[in-house]
C-alpha cells in the first residue's frame, strides 16, 4: 500500500463500522499494516500484501504468510459490501495464498477496537467466503450503549481503586474484582475486562464494577462506550462466567451490534 491509498482506505475501514464505533484514524491504519513503522505485530518473516481495485480504491484487503508458510491469512477486507469488489479481492487474495495448507481470515490483525471478528451484518463478504470454501467459527458479539451527556446517576460502589496506565484505566474492589477501560478517541471507550474472584460471583460485584467503568468513562468525557463478548457457547457455560457477563452487560445497558465470526478454508476445501 502506498500512502496516497491511505484516504480511500481510510473511509473504506469507515464506512464498514458498527453502531459505537469511532471513524477510522489513518494512524491506526499506518500501525496496523506497520507502514507508520511502529508495526501493531511485527512478524520478521511475516511478509505483509495490500491489494486495491480501481482508481479510486473500491475496496482493500490484507493478506500475510505465516513463517513457515503453511498457514496464510486475509487479515481484513473492506470493500463497501460491493459483491463484486468483495469476490475480486477475495479471489486475488485466495490466489496469493496458493500454497498455504489453511488460509484463515478475520482472525486476527484487523484495524481498529475490531481486531478480529468478520461482523456478520457484512453478508456479501460471509457469502463470498462461504462459497470459497470457508468454514465459519463464531467468535462473540459486539456490544455498545451510548451515555448520556448528563452527569450518570449510578450509585457509587464502595472501595473502588483507579489506576490509569498510559491509555489504559483499570478499576479495582481490592482483592475481590477488577477491570480495565480505556478511550479510544474523544468521546468514545472501551470496557476491555471485568473479573470478579471466582469466590467472590453472583453477589453483585460484577454489576457495581461495570457501572462504576461507565460512570468513569462518562467523567472522562466518554458518550460512546464498546465491548466484546466471548459468550458464543452459552449453552454450556465453561466456568468462566459468560452467562454472568452477558447478564450484567445488558443489565448495564448494553446492546448487540453484531455477532462476529472468524473464517477457515483447508487447502483444497470447495468453492475456489
Ligand atoms: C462476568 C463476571 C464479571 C460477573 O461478575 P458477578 O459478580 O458474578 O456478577 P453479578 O453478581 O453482578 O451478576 C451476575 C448475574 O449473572 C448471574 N450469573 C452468573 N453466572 C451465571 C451462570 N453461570 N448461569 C446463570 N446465571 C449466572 C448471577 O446470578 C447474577 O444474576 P442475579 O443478579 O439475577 O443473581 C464474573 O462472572 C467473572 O469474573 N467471569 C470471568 C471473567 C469473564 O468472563 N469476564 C467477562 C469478559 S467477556
Redo the contacts with the bound molecule.
Sequence with gaps: MTRSHLAGVVDLITADGLPGLPPCHPGELLRATGLSGTPSCPGPTAPRSFVAIGDRVLGAAEIARDSTGDVGSIRWLHAREEPAVVGELLDHAIARLTGCEVIEAFTSGGVGPVAAGLPTVRRTTEEALLARGFAAIPAGRYLFRSLPSAPMALPDPPRIEVTANARRHRLTIPRL?AATVSVLTPGHGMVH????HPD?????????LLNACLRHLHRLGVRQVIG????HNLTA?DG??????H??CTRAGFVTGAQLATYSKLAGAGGG
Design positions: 474484582a475486562w471485568i473479573e470478579v467472590h460471583r453472583g453477589q453483585g460485584l460484577g454489576a457495581q466484546f463478548l466471548d459468550d457455560d468462566h462466567g459468560r452467562v454472568g457477563a447478564m450484567i
